[in-house]
């Protein structure tokens, strides 16, 4: 291979490649720049490795480099949780560091502790252990500072994610009847700021279900950064650099699970437990409801528990309740794929690259789909364990977190 041919291989891989380093991947949105992604797998096909876990978890892994983070609880009771650091190569587990908890917090049996994603900046590591607090660590597995943020006590647990902004690791600190959003130091892990979003409950009765698990998302809007949070029965527009809320939008109900979604321009937020969604208009100030939303849809809709991806004039959703997969259009709210079904229930959010949507459903079936507007399967690959996680997705290679293990999915 001549040199000029050998180095445009070198740059072609090397635009071919992202880290995933947080929640729903590099931009936070669910996609990938990557191409030439296994499409077709099974427990023995394209399979590179697959790693035991020690017990069951929902969170999803991150991946920089040669190294895959994930976090875990030890055992099922939550009194060690964890942080893996993996060899992408080998699946060797590099370094495991735990912080113990040895009070009471409850959670949902379908909500094992250490939900919430790991974030990394390739430097440092941090993780949200719940009442066990908020952790970070070095790439050698050096303690750098540890938040004990009290009890976060709600009957079905806590799940939302730490996200990276500049300096800043930024965190849904609920639910529950103390909840806020709050922004720490990422290098010495001191306060930033703190805005307290008051109604919160612990879900002891019907009644008291109310709360959000959403991760929040930072979009550009009008030049500048704003950071979307879907919270009860309001989207919030917060200024990542201080909190301060910039406008709102009503139209969602009590229980939140999805993260907002957005073009750019438009945005799409869902509650779960069949609650309302609502497209909007990104941008504006104060009570934007009049204003800026598009649509409501507040009845007869599907428990969602994941987020979806918007590609073009569509957002692709794939629902936990019905097990149904959607093409809304994001102006409109038009479901372009009425009644049209997966295999079970997904509780993880979709994937884009190359053009090819992946959902991966509580039976470990990892779907892909074109991402058109006319549905189009492309392939059903099985696993045959279960699965509440995202698929993640680092240069050429799939990472699914099931119950039982962490799989690498690639050519081998």
Same mark, same amino acid.
């Given at each position: 291979?001549?040199?000029?041919?050998?180095?445009?291989?070198?740059?072609?891989?090397?635009?071919?490649?992202?880290?995933?380093?947080?929640?729903?991947?590099?931009?936070?949105?669910?996609?990938?720049?990557?191409?030439?992604?296994?499409?077709?797998?099974?427990?023995?096909?394209?399979?590179?490795?697959?790693?035991?876990?020690?017990?069951?978890?929902?969170?999803?892994?991150?991946?920089?480099?040669?190294?895959?983070?994930?976090?875990?609880?030890?055992?099922?009771?939550?009194?060690?949780?964890?942080?893996?650091?993996?060899?992408?190569?080998?699946?060797?587990?590099?370094?495991?560091?735990?912080?113990?908890?040895?009070?009471?917090?409850?959670?949902?049996?379908?909500?094992?502790?250490?939900?919430?994603? !790991? +974030? /990394? =900046? *390739?430097?440092?590591?941090? &993780?949200?252990? @719940?009442?066990? %607090?908020?952790?970070?660590?070095?790439?050698? $597995?050096?303690?750098?500072?540890?938040?004990?943020?009290?009890?976060?006590?709600?009957?079905?647990?806590?799940?939302?994610?730490?996200?990276?902004?500049?300096?800043?690791?930024?965190?849904?600190?609920?639910?529950?009847?103390?909840?806020?959003?709050?922004?720490?130091?990422?290098?010495?892990?001191?306060?930033?700021?703190?805005?307290?979003?008051?109604?919160?409950?612990?879900?002891?009765?019907?009644?008291?279900?109310?709360?959000?698990?959403?991760?929040?998302?930072?979009?550009?809007?009008?030049?500048?950064?704003?950071?979307?949070?879907?919270?009860?029965?309001?989207?919030?527009?917060?200024?990542?650099?201080?909190?301060?809320?910039?406008?709102?939008?009503?139209?969602?109900?009590?229980?939140?699970?999805?993260? !907002? +979604? /957005? =073009? *750019?321009?438009?945005?799409? &937020?869902?509650? @779960?437990?069949? %609650?309302?969604?609502?497209?909007?208009?990104? $941008?504006?100030?104060?009570?934007?409801?009049?204003?800026?939303?598009?649509?409501?849809?507040?009845?007869?809709?599907?428990?969602?528990?994941?987020?979806?991806?918007?590609?073009?004039?569509?957002?692709?959703?794939?629902?936990?309740?019905?097990?149904?997969?959607?093409?809304?259009?994001?102006?409109?709210?038009?479901?372009?794929?009425?009644?049209?079904?997966?295999?079970?229930?997904?509780?993880?959010?979709?994937?884009?690259?190359?053009?090819?949507?992946?959902?991966?459903?509580?039976?470990?079936?990892?779907?892909?789909?074109?991402?058109?507007?006319?549905?189009?399967?492309?392939?059903?690959?099985?696993?045959?364990?279960?699965?509440?996680?995202?698929?993640?997705?680092?240069?050429?290679?799939?990472?699914?977190?099931?119950?039982?293990?962490?799989?690498?999915?690639? &050519?081998?």
């Amino acid at each position: 291979m001549s040199r000029s041919l050998l180095l445009l291989v070198l740059f072609t891989t090397t635009l071919r490649a992202e880290n995933w380093p947080g929640w729903r991947g590099p931009r936070g949105d669910g996609t990938s720049a990557e191409k030439n992604l296994p499409t077709e797998w099974s427990a023995t096909k394209n399979v590179k490795w697959k790693l035991k876990l020690p017990s069951p978890g929902n969170s999803s892994p991150v991946v920089w480099g040669d190294r895959v983070f994930l976090t875990q609880s030890i055992d099922k009771a939550g009194t060690e949780r964890a942080l893996l650091c993996i060899d992408r190569k080998t699946s060797k587990i590099l370094w495991q560091k735990s912080i113990p908890f040895k009070d009471k917090e409850p959670t949902h049996a379908t909500n094992p502790y250490c939900a919430a994603t !790991p +974030v /990394t =900046d *390739g430097e440092r590591v941090i &993780a949200s252990h @719940g009442s066990a %607090g908020l952790v970070c660590y070095d790439f050698q $597995g050096n303690q750098l500072w540890h938040r004990d943020l009290g009890l976060f006590i709600h009957i079905w647990g806590t799940a939302a994610s730490p996200i990276l902004y500049g300096d800043l690791v930024i965190l849904n600190c609920g639910p529950g009847d103390r909840t806020s959003l709050r922004a720490f130091d990422k290098k010495t892990g001191k306060d930033a700021w703190e805005v307290p979003e008051p109604g919160g409950k612990a879900g002891t009765s019907q009644a008291d279900w109310i709360g959000s698990w959403s991760t929040p998302h930072v979009v550009k809007v009008d030049g500048k950064d704003q950071l979307l949070m879907s919270w009860p029965n309001v989207l919030k527009s917060h200024d990542p650099k201080t909190g301060d809320v910039l406008w709102s939008c009503k139209g969602l109900t009590k229980l939140v699970y999805t993260s !907002p +979604v /957005t =073009d *750019g321009q438009y945005a799409v &937020a869902m509650s @779960g437990y069949g %609650g309302a969604a609502i497209g909007f208009k990104l $941008g504006g100030s104060g009570d934007a409801t009049e204003t800026n939303r598009l649509w409501h849809h507040n009845k007869s809709n599907p428990q969602r528990i994941g987020s979806g991806v918007i590609v073009g004039e569509h957002l692709y959703m794939a629902n936990a309740g019905a097990n149904t997969i959607q093409c809304i259009e994001v102006k409109t709210g038009k479901d372009l794929w009425d009644k049209q079904t997966l295999g079970v229930a997904c509780w993880g959010s979709l994937v884009l690259a190359d053009g090819k949507l992946y959902t991966t459903d509580q039976n470990g079936d990892t779907f892909v789909l074109e991402a058109k507007p006319k549905f189009e399967l492309v392939a059903r690959n099985k696993l045959g364990e279960h699965c509440n996680a995202s698929p993640a997705i680092s240069n050429g290679d799939i990472f699914i977190r099931t119950y039982q293990h962490l799989w690498c999915i690639g &050519a081998k």
